[in-house]
Structure formats: C-alpha cells, structure tokens
C-alpha cells in the first residue's frame, strides 16, 4: 500500500523527456555509491575520485555531471564505431545457447575472447595490479568505467546467451539465433494504450520501458532530474530491501552470469514462444517488472561489494588531491620512496633477464628465418596467403553482421 503510494508519486513526476536504458545502469551505480557511503566512506572518495578525474578537468563532462552517470559512460562511448568494437563485446556473454531444434550455429568468432566474462576478468586484474596500487592512471580510469557498466549489463537476462531455432536465420541460411533477445519482436502496449514495436532485449534492459515511457529524465542530468534520481533511488531501495535477496557475496561474475541466463530461459522464452504481445500493468509485466528491478539492486549491491574489494588496497593511498599519473609502474607497492640500492639491484638483475630472453628470442627467430626460407622454397606462397586472408575476412563480416544488428539495443 505505501510502496503503491511511493510508486503513484514517481509516476506522477516528469513525463517530458528521453531516457532508454540509462537509468537502469545509473541506478545500479546508485545503490553501489549509497551502500558504499555506508560501509566504506573512504573506498568511496577513492572510486569518486577516479570517476570524477575527467569532469574535474572539464574533459568528456557531457555524460559525468554525476556519479551515478559514468555508468553509462560504456554505452556513450559507442559513439567512436569500429574504434571500440571489441570492447562493444564486452557487453555480454554470447556462450550460453537455447537450442531445442539442435542446429548447426554460427558464431562470431571474437565471442570466446571478447565477453563480459573475460573483459570482467582482466579489469580486475588491472585494478589490482600491485605495480599500479596507489596510482591513478587513465587506464585504470577507463576499466572502471567500464566495470560499472558491465556489472549492471550482466544481470540483464539477455547480456549472456541466445535462443536459436529455425527461424532466427540469416539470408545466407546461418543460424545466428536471437542476438540475446534482439530478434526476439514483441508489441508493447504503453500506459496509454500507445503501441510500441520493439524486441524483448530492450524491453529488460530498459526495465520495462518504465524510464522510457513512463518516467523520463535526459542526460546530463539538470537539477529537476538529479531530485527525480534521487527519488527513484529511495523508492527502489525502499520496496527491495537488501536482506530479501540473495546477494551472497560470495558469488562470482560468472555465477551472475547463470542466474540471468536461468531467467532468460526459465522465464522468457517459454513466454515468447506463445506471447507478443505485452500490456503495461498486465500479468507478465508485473512479474517481468518485479524481476528486473530486483536484479537492479542485486547488482548494486555486489558492485559495492567488489568495488569495495578492489580498492581497499589505495586506502590511504589515493587522496583528494592524487593526481592523474602516467602509466609509469613503481617497483615496490606502495608509495613509500624505494630503497634505492634494493632498486637498483631488482634493476640490474631484470636488465640481466631481459637481456637473457632477447638473446633466446633472437636465437629462436633466427632458426625460424631460416626454417622459414626452406619451407617457402618448396611450398606455393599464394595459398597459405590466401587461406588467412579468407578467415579473417569472415570473421571481419561476421563480427560486422553481429554487431550491426546489436549495436543499437545492447
Ligand atoms: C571523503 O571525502 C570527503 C569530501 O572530500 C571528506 O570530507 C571525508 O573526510 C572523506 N572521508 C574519508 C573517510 O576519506
Ligand atoms: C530540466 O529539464 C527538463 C526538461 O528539459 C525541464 O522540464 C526542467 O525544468 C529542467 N530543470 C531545471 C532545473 O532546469
Ligand atoms: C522460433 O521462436 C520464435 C520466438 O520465440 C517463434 O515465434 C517461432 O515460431 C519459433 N520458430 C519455430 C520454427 O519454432
Ligand atoms: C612506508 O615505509 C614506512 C617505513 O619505511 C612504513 O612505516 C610505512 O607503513 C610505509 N607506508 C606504506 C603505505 O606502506
Ligand atoms: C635498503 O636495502 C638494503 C639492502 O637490501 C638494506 O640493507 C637496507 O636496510 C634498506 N634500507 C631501508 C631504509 O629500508
């Protein structure tokens, strides 16, 4: 009953603007900031600090007046097109499939190195770095935006796999499935009746079409639409309080990574398989709507979990005044001055070891040269040439295909 009040006063509130699937991520980035105020005030002026470093220069400050809004920081960068393309595939996992009918599938071949498991993966690993701790380098910068935003993607149902069948295939007969709920077309029916043809991909990621359709805000955020956050962030905290879900800490990315796919398959696609259509306010909206902000505060909550675990180690270390630093790394772990004799001999003896590993290499690639001559010599040159051409074309259209049919959705 207060909740519905709660939920009556956000309607009421701004019907103006234009927001698709921002808010999600910002609320996620939201409920991660409060939690993380909470806990671990420092922890949080030290990621404030890392994200706030380009607006305090007045660089790329268009999407990052606030916290909260460099969540989406991976989303506005796609704005470069090909330049980003791999790091557009850290959106998602593409290795989870729903096959019924058992088809052949067509995959893009950059999706077993390029996906939100891996990317995950090794941000973590450069935030952690030990060479890094305590320095504030653009790149670290950069991978934290990011993981704010793949944290949030990954609790989407449709960021980790694809349902194929017989009718999901290209003009070339390729069976490239649902593009994680892309392809998938439902009709959704506004809260005025208004009917919008969109796909199911969007309609999750949106949250329902409830900040698109329903409540709007624009970015950059201006005052009216700070209070509005501001609000939407008590409500959604207020109505899914963090005991009722099973956070569990001790939950991996991967782990994330399932129980989206659990839903997506356990609950949607049985769905799309009979339905198209979906009204605001109807049966599977309601339960869809429960879902996914759930899994809002889900991942709010375990991202300031991990922000928490990966940026313990520069308490004390990064402060308000901490510059933005060169990727120089320091050869001890902290920011004490190092022991120069202690240096200078780790020096040396690196020095030794790169010297030893040149020396190997060159060996190695001198053999190789000459091996290399001989081959040639009895081998057609032309044919080795053109079978790498021919795959990496395909891949190149391949990967052009997949991304172009996601790209505006994802
Ligand atoms: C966090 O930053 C605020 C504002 O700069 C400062 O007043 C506060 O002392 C800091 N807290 C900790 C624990 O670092
Ligand atoms: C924020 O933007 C919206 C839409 O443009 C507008 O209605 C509102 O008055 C603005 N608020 C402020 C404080 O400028
Ligand atoms: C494939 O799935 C879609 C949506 O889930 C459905 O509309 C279509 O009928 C299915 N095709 C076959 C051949 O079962
Ligand atoms: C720096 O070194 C001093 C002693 O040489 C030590 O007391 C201090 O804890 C060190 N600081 C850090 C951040 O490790
Ligand atoms: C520096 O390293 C040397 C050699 O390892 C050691 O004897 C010396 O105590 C160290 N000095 C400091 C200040 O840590």
Known sequence: ??????LLSVLAL????????????????????????????????????????????????????????????????????????????????????????NLVL?????????????????????????????QMTEFKVNMLKMLVHIVGDIHMPHHTGSYYNSTFKSDKNEFWGDLGGNRQSIN????TGEKKTTNIHFY?????????????LVRPLNETYKVYFERELDRIIAQYPKESLNIDNTKTFSDWADESWNIAVGTVYPFLATNKDI????????????????????????????????????????KANTPLSYQQPISNNNNNQTNSSTSESSDNQSNKAMA??????????????????????KTTVPSTYQRTSNDLMEAKNVNIQKITSTENNL
Not at 47 to 70: F, I, P, W
Not at 106 to 131: C, F
């Open 279 to 318: 009204h605001y306010g109807d049966d599977f909206y309601k339960k869809s709507f429960d879902m996914i902000q759930k899994r809002i505060v889900t991942a709010g909550y375990r991202l300031a979990n991990t922000l928490q675990t990966l940026f313990t180690p520069e308490k004390g270390l990064i």
């Open 204 to 216: 999750f990621d949106s949250s329902c079409f409830f900040y698109t359709w329903t409540n709007r």
């Open 14 to 101: 701004s019907q103006v603007c234009l927001c698709f699937h921002e808010v999600p991520h910002m609320l996620v980035l939201g409920i991660a900031k409060r939690e993380l105020m909470k806990k671990d005030m420092e922890v949080y002026n030290i990621t404030a600090k890392y994200l706030d470093t380009y607006s305090a220069q007045g660089v790329d400050t268009t999407s990052t007046t606030t916290y909260e809004e460099n969540a989406v920081w991976a989303d506005d960068i796609k704005v470069y097109g090909d330049a980003q393309k791999a790091m557009e595939m850290w959106h998602y996992i593409g290795n989870k499939d729903s096959n019924p009918e």
């Open 356 to 377: 030893v590993v040149f020396g190997v290499l060159f060996g190695l690639t001198f053999v190789a040269f000459i091996i290399s001559i001989i081959y040639f010599k």
């Open 188 to 191: 959704y029916y506004t809260i």
């Open 106 to 134: 067509k995959k893009d071949p950059m999706a077993d190195s390029e996906n939100a498991l891996n990317a995950y993966t090794n941000i973590v690993k450069v935030l952690t770095n030990d060479k890094f701790v305590g």
């Open 1 to 6: 009953m207060k909740l519905g009040l709660v």
